[in-house]
């Protein structure tokens, strides 16, 4: 299923993944980066988890869906006219391009429409915990 | 091996135009796409959905399908007939591992797997359409959600994550294997971000590295905890009492149990904030108490006396006066 949009159909997607309880005894254990705030990506980390191409990023970022810092480079980079290289993503804006991803290649919507449906779906999961919290009483 | 009736998952007749297959996958895939879908088997159906439309929008495998005929039932047993694709020329689309993950054995059976020459021994060889000698190239990024307690969040955890990987032997046959890994889950951890492990991804071609494996984390529904970003909410009933006159009580939260101080005068629906006793982190969220105000039941006669003399004590208390309903 390949699209224009540049997700290149094949999700990496793991499936099925379940957490078990406690912890095999025969393995070791990992200790993994944990992505907050401060733990920043690149372009590059972008697309590879999202299995998109660099162009796709692009475009998420002139329609404002994420917005990422921007790192001074060098003078080398910068007379290249890399700005790409600069830009500096977080955990939450992977996640948000590669739901972008999914939801344009899966849905055939473009990429207003993708935006529409983000913003939405924030605002389901806002109306949901109130919900909930409006149940529990 | 079950077989699969796609027209049946998509909703459709067997002899529907491909308008029709189309719009029906589009509404299908809406309601149960995982990043949208709440159903609590979204991720499934979404899968099925899929593979049916992959099928059904080909013609070329649409036409090969109905050859299997229309007598088939769903979950029947099932084993392909040994010519059953003579005469068709399938196009396009590579069959990659992560395809396999996404496809069931049956259509594995149909349209996967060695069907056609070079075609199955893809992932095994290394390189998309077959590399050219000593091609190198790392491996897939994997990216799953888990769900951990939120308490897992207070304290960091160890958990283990058992994920389904593709693999494709060399004789081009697809299966998954089971993969298990020790996470360590960090202390102050919150909903929606995502651990690197680098290294756990799909294994890299030739001397290219492996891929990383991502971890997103979800929480699990808590029995009385609601959490809204690093902010960990409970509703806590008290008594009548508690509430007008002021009490010490002891309240559960996922650090431990506290002392709380409930002010005199408290309504139902007041918050009280303990100052960073949510999720903790550099900047720890804090953690809100929602009063409920409980009422003792009254089944025997004496109890019911209490609440009559309640009655005659609060004579002129009327709660509905905010609603002009006077009397």
Known sequence: ??????????????QGAQEAPGSAADTPDLSGTLLDD?????????????????????????????TPQVEQVDALHAAKGHELQSWR?????????RIAAHLQSDLGINLAGVALALQLLDEVEVLRMRVKAIDAT | MEYKDYYKIMGVARDAPQEDIKRAYRKLARKYHPDVSKE?????RFKEVGEAYEVLQDPEKRAAYDRLGANWKANQEFRPPPDW??????????????????????????????FRAGFGAEGASGGRGGGPEGFHRRG?????????????????????????????????????????????IPKGIRARQQIRLAGQGAPGHGQAPAGDLYLEIEFGPHPYYRVDGSDVYLDLPVSPWEAELGAAVKTPTPGGIVDLKIPPHSTAGKKLRLKGRGIPGKTPGDFFVVLQIALPAA???????FYRRMSEHFKSFNPRAGLGATG
């Open chain 2, 40 to 44: 609590a088997d979204a991720e499934a």
């Open chain 2, 85 to 114: 694709n003579a005469g068709f020329e399938f196009s396009g689309h590579e069959f990659s591992q992560a395809d396999a993950a996404k496809y069931s054995d049956f259509f594995e059976s149909l349209f996967g797997g060695n």
């Open chain 1, 89 to 97: 993503f977080t955990g939450m804006h992977m996640r948000q391009a």
């Open chain 2, 299 to 305: 089944p025997i006669e004496e109890d019911k006396d």
């Open chain 1, 38 to 66: 401060q733990h920043l990506l690149t372009v590059e980390d972008v697309c590879r988890v999202c299995a998109v191409r660099i162009e796709y990023i692009e475009e998420l970022v002139e329609e404002g869906l994420i």
């Open chain 1, 1 to 14: 299923m390949k699209s224009k949009n540049g997700h290149q159909g094949s999700s990496p997607c793991v």
């Open chain 2, 140 to 184: 897939e990024d994997r990216y799953a959600k888990i769900l951990i307690g939120l308490e897992d969040a207070y304290e960091g955890a160890t958990r283990a994550i058992t994920l389904q990987i593709p693999q494709v032997d060399a004789s081009g046959h697809v299966s998954t294997r089971e993969h298990t890994l020790n996470v360590k």
